[in-house]
């Protein structure tokens, strides 16, 4: 990739759609220039660009296929060269709902991250508590991450407090939307199943979590999570928490589907 970045691009949306609260995608950038399209999958060698019309870029949009911003982002100078302003970081779009970050208390949404540039822009089509950045894959996924322990934090200071069980997958919910690294990941999979209904958990071990942990059994994972609720349910109680806000009506739960009743003593799993 050698377009000068910073002169010649400018990001005007993402690859796919927000399904989920929050995230992060393939930028798509525009080419004043000529006002030709492109997905930066990557900025090694051996990926060209492929570039598309305006025509193919508004097919794309009306698709679902890309997101556009209302309002197009400068590409940030952090991730190009010095030298020559040639590409040379992979750039990450990261998108979060406003109820999400509230939760995590992480609002207002950070302008800077490890030094980096954060510009938001609402979404075309979506609430405006739905907006998204542009910026490195360096800083988007351990904000992600940041995001992610900010709201296990919240899970368990409210866990104590035997908070509505659907309030506190939903904040569970959130959690595996933001984290990155496997250690968050399994720590939000665990708090997820500790609030499950009996008859769900098995279910949601064996669809998405021993997938990403194939070396974990069953069993083990049971007793991991029966650690999780005896070690949360003895710590100092908290002042309570305000009422959870609703959730946006675009946003779509990543574990959909498996949420169910009120849930059951851990006990009576088998």
């Not at 709902?97 to 979404?123: N, S």
């Not at 959690?175 to 769900?200: F, H, K, M, N, P």
């Amino acid at each position: 990739m050698n377009d000068r970045c910073e002169e010649q691009l400018e990001i005007v949306g993402f690859n796919g759609r927000p399904l989920v609260e929050c995230g992060r995608a393939w930028p798509v950038a525009r080419r004043p220039s000529d006002s030709m399209y492109c997905i930066l999958q990557s900025s090694g060698e051996g990926f060209p660009l492929s570039w598309h019309p305006q025509d193919e870029a508004d097919a794309f949009a009306s698709s679902g296929r890309w997101t556009r911003f209302v309002d197009p982002i400068p590409l940030t100078p952090t991730c190009c060269s010095e030298m020559d302003g040639a590409a040379e970081r992979q750039w990450m779009v990261l998108f979060a709902d406003e109820r999400m970050l509230d939760t995590a208390d992480r609002l207002p949404r950070p302008e800077y991250y490890h030094d980096h540039r954060l510009i938001w822009r609402r979404l075309a089509g979506y609430p405006e508590t739905l907006q998204a950045a542009c910026g490195s894959a360096e800083a988007v996924e351990p904000l992600l991450d940041d995001w992610a322990q900010g709201l296990l934090r919240r899970f368990d200071a409210l866990y104590h407090l035997a908070r509505e069980p659907e309030y506190l997958k939903r904040i569970a919910d959130f959690a595996l939307c933001a984290a990155r690294s496997r250690t968050l990941r399994w720590r939000a999979y665990l708090r997820y199943a500790s609030v499950q209904g009996a008859d769900r958990v098995r279910r949601m071990f064996e669809s998405f979590a021993h997938r990403e942990f194939p070396g974990t059994s069953w069993k083990a994972f049971l007793e991991e999570v029966k650690s999780v609720c005896d070690v949360l349910g003895a710590v100092p109680r908290l002042e309570p928490q305000p009422a959870p806000p609703s959730s946006p009506a675009t946003a779509l739960p990543k574990m959909r589907g498996i949420a169910g009743a009120a849930p059951t003593p851990l006990e009576d799993i088998t």
